[in-house]
């Protein structure tokens, strides 16, 4: 089964301070995504990529931006973290279209 | 913007009952459909997908899909405790594998 690895399992930070959450896969893997969850939303599209050396916009991308350095890798960044940044980030990969994501163990962000 | 929504919000089920649970969308040109099925603490894992109208059978699951009325749904045979969690429906279309999901329904199977 496709493996993809979420670092730091959880984190606190102050508010106005830098997050970074980061992803790797390991299933040669060309898409990649970032979501958040909070109750009652559901898991909500922050950003994705579909090759390295680029990102796409999702549904809620304000305050976050991201980084795909390598087809592996694929970071989100809080430049300046806000209370309402408190969630469960998941990264998730694909081979591509209407393939099944494959998700990481998530990162518990509490912004204090 | 899709708008996807689930019903009901949560479900307690007896074991051994069958299990019916909810998913409407907006968006018509919508392509591809699925379940996720969520333990609690742990990451979301595909259950399975449909693509066009019709029923498919997994096993204990069901999945109906009829497009023009903007529904899908899934149902669980003879629900288990082992069935207990959080579902969430998710939709999808275009080439880059975008889905939206629904808020998700949780369900209790009581033994």
């Known amino acids: 089964e496709a493996a993809v690895t979420q670092s730091p399992r959880s984190k606190v930070a102050v508010t106005g301070g830098k997050v970074t959450l980061s992803c790797h896969q390991t299933n040669n893997h060309d898409y990649m995504y970032w979501y958040r969850q909070d109750t009652g939303h559901g898991l909500r599209l922050i950003h994705y990529s579909y090759v390295a050396d680029s990102t796409e916009k999702g549904d809620i991308p304000d305050g976050y931006k991201a980084s795909r350095p390598s087809q592996e890798n694929f970071s989100l960044i809080l430049e300046l973290a806000s209370l309402s940044q408190t969630a469960v980030y998941f990264c998730?990969?694909?081979?591509?279209?209407?393939?099944?994501?494959?998700f990481g163990s998530g990162t518990r962000l509490t912004v204090l | 913007q899709q708008n996807v929504q689930q019903s009901p919000e949560s479900l307690i089920v007896p074991e051994g009952a069958r299990t019916s649970l909810n998913c409407t969308f907006s968006d018509s040109a919508s392509q591809y459909f699925w379940w996720y099925r969520q333990h609690s603490g742990k990451a979301p894992k595909a259950l399975m997908s449909i693509f066009s109208n019709g029923e498919k059978e997994e096993g204990r699951f069901t999945i109906h899909l009829n497009k023009a009325s903007l529904h899908f749904s899934l149902h669980i045979r003879d629900s288990q405790p082992s069935d207990s969690a959080l579902y969430l429906c998710a939709v999808g279309s275009g080439s880059f594998n975008k889905l939206t999901f629904g808020a998700g329904t949780r369900l209790a199977v009581c033994p």
């Open positions: 998730a990969s694909s081979e591509g279209f209407a393939e099944t994501l494959y």
